[in-house]
């Protein structure tokens, strides 16, 4: 459990309503995912460039509440150019590094998506459902 900071424990026990048959097992769970999604402890900016330079998202600033902003600029995202394990690997980074800038006790980030020019080429339903599947099994709360 040291690869993990204190409030983990916290956040999967929330993430399963406190039950504390749940919640231990969604926790081994990620612990092991995790191992096999960032097997160097993270993700680089190289395993993730052609996301990278499409330049759909920012980190920047932080709301009324001190949580860290990210912004979407879901327009720029073309499902006929993305590679899904890439995909997938973009998102782990995008949450990993928004954690990294959250403040002490801080447990929440806020999203912003702008859907200016956003249309029928820019829908993925794939990358959408991966995208929540990451939040919601190794990221809760």
């Keep these: 459990m040291q690869e993990e900071d204190d409030f983990a424990p916290r956040r999967f026990l929330r993430a399963r309503d406190h039950n504390i048959d749940k919640a231990p097992a969604m926790l ?3 612990l092991s995912w995790k191992r096999t999604a960032k097997p160097h402890g993270s993700i ?11 330049e759909k998202l920012y980190m920047q600033g932080f709301d009324e509440k001190g949580r860290p902003l990210v912004y979407l600029f879901l327009a720029r995202h073309f499902p006929a150019k993305r590679d899904l394990d890439e995909f997938k690997r973009y998102v782990i980074y995008i949450l990993d ?6 403040r002490t006790g801080q447990e929440k980030f806020a999203v912003v998506g702008d859907l200016r020019g956003w249309g029928y080429a820019n829908c993925d339903i794939r990358a959408y459902v991966a995208a929540l599947d990451i939040m919601q099994s190794c990221y809760p709360e």
């Design 44 to 54: 680089t900016d190289d395993e993730v460039h052609v996301e990278l330079v499409q």
């Design 97 to 102: 590094n928004t954690c990294t800038r959250l």
């Design 28 to 30: 081994l769970k990620y």
